[in-house]
């Protein structure tokens, strides 16, 4: 058997205990796929005091030093578990500088940071793995570099963070409004004390930055990349979609139009039979539409202590059997070419429209007209009020339309005075 793989692991947060769980759990399993031991010999943490719930390995140490696990010469794998940027940036930094590879959960680093922390690998011959940075346990990471790598990416499109889809199934399934269905997701784990990262779509949008680079090759901006979340949902909302056949998930999705790529991050109506609307609670999917293989879906929890370690564990023991090239980017391009960009305002989409109106004689007509000169045309319709209620929701679902046209028409519609509150409106997949 070929001499253990040692690492070093920085963070002992959710997932490092889930790591420490299960490199002592399936010792057995890994030492059988890549014919050696993996030893995890140094854990850097902030407060060495600190109760983990988490019984180390004999002979492993703890240090409040992150720089021991650079200057170890014995340790080959630097785990970078902790998240946050600029500790995480110089630890990376140092690691690859040192000759040692790097596995790392920390999406938010990697968009905002990426194109540099790869050259720096790229430069060093080393690995830098981030399998659990994108959606967890489900291995989409791998499948684009390897598993996909014959195909040209049509599309991808996922429901990429737990929390935000948990509170939308509630609140679909529940009948919950949001901030209710956001306090049971706090009270059970699945969302921070400061949920905005969740609920605002920017970890959704850390997320699609690094599978838009996995998917095409190319580096997308995150300050270019527009980002809308889920806090004006509302209930109303969700079951006006339920009538029409659809439910609003949070989206992030990214897709090839005329050799440019068009990107967002976006809360959308999805058919009820559609596999993404049926993805509940704080379960992620991945829908990859590549040009040889079709359609195919990744489907698993995004987050939490075991699947995410397990996504870790993976990028270990990919170096671990030398399969690394190193292969970081899935391009041998250094750095990637920066992304041909599509005007946001040039994509098109079916919408979901709701008006607040007064109940009055010609503002049907006042819409349609205004919509006519947009050239956005009505697919479906409904208005539904309470006898004796000054206004009503009108309900419009429309073909497809440029999104420029769509902002145009809303502004000039709300503009009118049987116009009671702003329009509501939602690109539908």
Known sequence: MEKPIVIGLAGLGTVGRGLVRILAENADVIRRRIGRDVVLKTVAVRDLAKQRGVELPAGTSLTADLGELVRDPGIDIVCELMGGLSAADTLIREALAAGKHVVTANKHLLAERGQELFSLAHAAGRCLYYEASSVGGVPVVQALKESLAGNRIVKLTGIMNGTANFILSEMTSGGLDFEDALAQAQALGYAEADPS???????????????????????????????????????????????????????????????????????????????????GGNYNAVRIEGNAVGPIMLHGQGAGELPTASAVLA??????????????????????PEAAIQDPEDAESQYYFRFQVADRPGVMAAITRVMADKRISIAQAIQKGKEGAADVPLVIITHEARTRMVHEALAEIDAMDFVVAPTVHYRIL
């Open 197 to 279: 990262f969740d609920i605002d779509g920017v970890d959704t949008a850390h997320k699609l930055v690094l599978l838009t680079r996995l998917a095409y090759g190319q580096h997308y901006s995150l300050a270019q990349l527009p980002v809308r979340g889920i806090r004006e949902v509302t209930r109303t909302d969700i079951e006006f979609a339920r009538e029409f056949g659809y439910r609003i998930k949070l989206i992030g999705q990214v897709r090839q139009v005329d050799g440019m790529l068009e990107a967002g991050v976006f809360p959308a109506l999805v058919k009820y039979t559609y596999l993404l609307a049926r993805v």
């Open 315 to 336: 990028d270990i023991m990919a170096i671990a059997r030398d399969a690394c090239a190193p292969n970081n980017t899935g391009f041998p391009e250094n750095p990637l």
